[in-house]
């Protein structure tokens, strides 16, 4: 009887994570991320790069995308894409890297800021940012944690 309800609060608890995010899956990088619902879709690039999204109240700017990396290697992408936000003014406070996933965070002002890139087939980058007020943390930082969770390669490379 108690692995009934383990199961059952088990399968309850995939089906509301399930209900707050929607499955965005780019074709041209093949990659996947799950997105939450309350966020809708600002603009989608023409190239079918990824897209922009925006949370219902406006606070938060979520960014999805593919790109090709250009010169050097997976780690040289990552390293000179946190260059690109230190130079915006971003004071990055955490960063890790591996051989196949990136990721950093940092702040500006009032904003948190989360990036996170994984390495691609192809020479190909997956990446998402997420952009937020320093007082909602706890509130987006949950986001975060599924949005690092389910970003990943549609497919094997061969």
């Keep these: 009887m108690l692995a009934r309800i383990v199961v059952s609060l088990c399968?309850?608890?995939?089906?509301?994570?399930?209900?707050?995010?929607?499955?965005?899956r780019n074709s041209r990088f093949d990659y996947s991320?799950?997105?939450?619902?309350?966020?809708?879709?600002?603009?989608?690039?023409d190239n079918g790069d990824g897209?922009?999204?925006?949370?219902?109240d406006g606070k938060a700017k979520l960014l999805v995308w593919g790109n090709?990396?250009?010169d050097g290697s997976f780690r040289d992408e990552?390293?000179?894409?946190?260059k690109f936000y230190v130079e915006d003014g971003w004071q990055i406070s955490y960063q890790k890297q591996a051989a196949s996933w990136a990721s950093f965070s940092g702040t500006k002002e009032n904003r948190i800021l989360y990036v996170?890139?994984?390495?691609?087939?192809?020479?190909?980058?997956?990446?998402?940012?997420?952009?937020?007020?320093?007082?909602e943390q706890q509130r987006y930082g949950a986001i975060v944690d599924k949005l690092v969770k389910s970003l990943a390669a549609a497919k094997p490379c061969k």
């Design 11 to 24: 399968l309850i608890s995939t089906s509301v994570m399930a209900a707050d995010s929607k499955a965005y």
């Design 33 to 45: 991320i799950d997105l939450p619902t309350e966020f809708k879709t600002v603009s989608v690039a």
């Design 51 to 56: 897209m922009s999204l925006q949370s219902a």
């Design 68 to 70: 090709y990396i250009m």
């Design 78 to 82: 990552s390293n000179s894409r946190r």
């Design 116 to 135: 996170r890139q994984i390495s691609l087939c192809d020479g190909a980058v997956g990446n998402f940012s997420l952009e937020y007020p320093r007082g």
